[in-house]
C-alpha cells in the first residue's frame, strides 16, 4: 500500500529563474504536493534556505510526482525514491548535500550546486527490499547547517 499525500491547487504567479538542468524562466505548476515534513525557517549564514522540499518517486518536469511520508517496499525496492528541494540563495553561487539516512545509518550524500536566486535540483537513492524503516533526508549547507529534515518510512 502507498500512501500518498493529496495534490493541493496552488495559484501563484512567481517564475522560477532557474532549473537544476540549466537556466530557464517557467511558472509555478498548478498542483503542488503537500507542505515538506518540517517547516522552512532556518537560513545559513550564506542565506541559503529551503523554499520547498519533498521525498517522491519521480521528477517529471523538473518537478516532485507521487510525493509522501511512506513508500511500499514492494513498489519502491530496486527502484529509486527522489528528494526534491527548491533552493533561495539571494546572490552568487553555493552548494547543499542532501544527505540520506536509513535509520541512524548514512547512506548517501550528494552534493548539489545551487546557481540563482531560486534554483530547483534532486537527488536520488535506490531502496532494496531489505532496507524496510524509518528514513530521513537532510538538506545542509556546505558547513553542515541542517537547513531542512524530511522524514520518511519504507514500510
Known amino acids: 500500500m502507498i500512501v500518498r499525500m493529496l495534490p493541493v491547487v496552488v495559484s501563484l504567479s512567481l517564475c522560477f529563474l532557474a532549473t537544476s538542468a540549466g537556466l530557464a524562466e517557467e511558472t509555478a505548476p498548478e498542483e503542488a504536493a503537500e507542505p515538506p515534513t ?10 541559503l534556505e529551503v523554499l520547498r522540499a ?14 509522501g511520508t511512506a513508500f511500499d517496499t514492494e513498489e519502491a525496492a530496486g527502484s529509486r ?25 548514512e547512506m548517501l ?15 536520488a537513492k535506490r531502496v532494496l527490499e531489505d532496507w524496510r524503516g524509518a528514513w530521513r533526508v537532510d538538506i545542509s549547507d556546505r558547513a553542515g547547517l541542517v537547513l531542512m529534515r524530511l522524514g520518511f518510512s519504507v514500510e
Not at 38 to 47: A, E, H, K, M, T
Not at 81 to 105: K, M, N, Q
Request: glycine share 8%; hydrophobic share 35%.
Open 38 to 47: 518540517q517547516p522552512r525557517g532556518v537560513v545559513s549564514p550564506d542565506g
Open 109 to 123: 550524500r550528494v552534493p548539489l550546486e545551487v546557481r540563482a536566486p531560486r534554483w530547483r535540483t534532486w537527488s
Open 81 to 105: 525514491l527522489c528528494c526534491f528541494s527548491e533552493i533561495g540563495l539571494p546572490a552568487g553561487s553555493d552548494t547543499v548535500l542532501h544527505i540520506w539516512y536509513w535509520g541512524d545509518r
Open 54 to 67: 519533498y521525498v517522491c518517486e519521480e521528477i517529471e518536469e523538473s518537478e516532485p510526482a507521487q510525493a
